[in-house]
């Protein structure tokens, strides 16, 4: 399978090299040039996730083997990294609402499914093209794909991991995870701003031709461990028939059922991968976008304008606190007939203007598959609360924005179809917001939240995940702060280029 420019100004190309690039060079996204495959779901019952998962991605990844590919999808899944044997298990609150857990792996994310298996995949693409540069992973995160990136990639050979977040952007058991990262060939800055300042800042670094030759110069190329990639963004797809296979397995559904998926999104790579899961042959009613106060997408899909003039805001859920949706570029190339100049024109009037309009034509096939909403800090917490204290069950801030968001879709629509909610990330990496919502508030004040993951915890009965419980007494080792146009600087800094 080749893969092609969300803006057409490539020639396609092997996976192998799309992976290794990350970004296009015209600044659009690589995406298949050939229909999707068609996934039969009955011969995949019987298989566990690694096997699911190899069958369902071999077809995008035709230049490997089939070893080689059985041999990635061990090394990401089988090595023991994810805490549960099911790897992405289901979580059943009632007859028609399910959880699909995400944060089972060493960073208690869901970036960990794509994460894991990226490296593996990297190194083989690197050996499979005779590629002998050191891989420079460049990344900005607004909390979790930071620290999935500088996990899975930590002491890989041939390559060096840089991450940018946002300095007031995350919570304290992220940043905490990020800045005592281990590993030689990992670095990590904060950047003075939003996500969307440093993500455009990264976005940059990589359209800057004369500093990629610099690099070149030096045996470095970059490329990119955020969703933007294609090698990130792909594995993905395999939670969502995973999901939908073990409802199938266990009599919950029936052979052919469709089922709703809720996403929490912001930079809207998750919820793609559903989309990609649908037209892949997946038995999906409806993609329902839960966003937060930052709520340029829920307006996108309500209207069909995406506009990001507006006020960023810094949220409990700080993972969503994103403007500029990258991702929603592949969905804009699908959608509109796979036509690269208007995606290209939208995407110029993103950058010069803040905002754009798509078709009527484009909003009603937006329509036919996806529903939006929004929901606050308010009632983020209320909902926490509340599913709490009605089944027991500890929600993050960004699964209780889906919960919230999926609550607002029943009474819309009436809709009672069997769901899942993407559940992202384990509660404890929220410990603040997620005890102001179950614990008494006395309880809470005054104190850190390393301080209530123990309280939290005895309250709960909720074990602290392993990768969490001593996380505060690790000693920082990247104290880097930058303004956006400094960036290039700490990459050359990092790597010795003059």
């Not at 038995?283 to 990001?308: M, S």
């Not at 995606?343 to 798509?358: D, I, P, S």
């Not at 850190?448 to 993951?453: I, W």
Request: neutral net charge; charged residues 20%; aromatic residues 10%.
């Amino acid at each position: 399978m080749l893969y092609c420019s969300t803006r057409g100004e490539e020639q396609p190309r092997p996976a192998t090299r799309a992976v290794l690039q990350g970004l296009a060079q015209d600044g659009g996204l690589f995406v298949p040039a050939a229909p999707l495959p068609r996934v039969a779901l009955e011969p995949l019952l019987p298989l566990d996730y690694l096997q699911r998962a190899a069958a369902i991605i071999r077809p995008f990844l035709e230049e490997f083997s089939e070893a080689e590919m059985e041999s990635m999808v061990r090394k990401a899944y089988g090595g023991g990294a994810f805490r549960h044997p099911s790897i992405a298990p289901l979580h059943r609150l009632d007859d028609r609402l399910y959880l699909l857990e995400l944060w089972h792996g060493p960073t208690c994310a869901f970036k960990d499914m794509a994460l894991q298996f990226l490296p593996h995949l990297l190194n083989a693409a690197a050996a499979k093209t005779g590629e002998r540069a050191t891989a420079v992973i460049l990344t900005a995160t607004s909390g979790d794909t930071g620290k999935a990136a500088l996990e899975g990639f930590r002491d890989v050979p041939g390559t060096r991991v840089i991450v940018f977040y946002p300095e007031e952007g995350v919570s304290a058991i992220q940043r905490q995870q990020m800045v005592t990262q281990e590993g030689g060939n990992v670095h990590v800055a904060a950047v003075r701003g939003n996500f969307d300042d440093a993500q455009a800042g990264v976005k940059a670094i990589f359209a800057d031709g004369a500093l990629a030759d610099k690099l070149a110069c030096r045996g470095f190329k970059f490329t990119s461990a955020n969703s933007i990639n294609w090698g990130r963004l792909l594995p993905q797809v395999i939670y969502y028939f995973s999901a939908y296979l073990d409802l199938l397995a266990s009599g919950t559904i029936k052979a052919g059922e469709k089922i709703n998926f809720v996403v929490p999104t912001g930079n809207f790579g998750n919820i793609l991968a559903g989309y990609y899961a649908a037209r892949m042959g997946l038995p999906v009613g409806k993609l329902i976008c839960a966003a937060n106060q930052n709520n340029v997408l829920a307006e996108f899909f309500q209207t069909g304008l995406y506009n990001r003039n507006r006020p960023f805001y810094r949220t409990i859920s700080p993972s969503m606190d994103i403007l500029v949706s990258s991702n929603l570029e592949r969905l804009l190339f699908e959608l509109s007939g796979r036509d690269p100049a208007q995606v290209k024109e939208w995407m110029r009037l993103l950058k010069e203007k803040g905002a754009y309009q798509v078709h009527p034509a484009v909003f009603r096939a937006m329509a036919a598959i996806f529903w939006s909403d929004w929901a606050g800090d308010d009632e983020t917490i209320a909902v926490i609360g509340r599913t709490y204290r009605e089944y027991g069950y500890l929600l993050d801030p960004h699964t209780a924005v889906g919960k919230a968001v999926y609550d607002k879709y029943r009474a819309a629509t009436g809709d009672d179809s069997r769901t899942v909610i993407l559940s992202t990330a384990s509660p404890f990496k929220f410990a603040d917001s997620v005890a102001r919502a179950v614990l008494p508030p006395a309880q809470c004040a005054g104190r850190s939240p390393f301080e209530l993951l123990p309280l939290l915890a005895e309250a709960t009965g909720a074990p602290i995940p392993a990768p969490l419980q001593k996380l505060e007494q690790l000693p920082v080792r990247h104290r880097t702060l930058a303004r956006k146009e400094e960036m290039p600087k700490v990459v050359l800094d990092f790597l010795g280029v003059n």
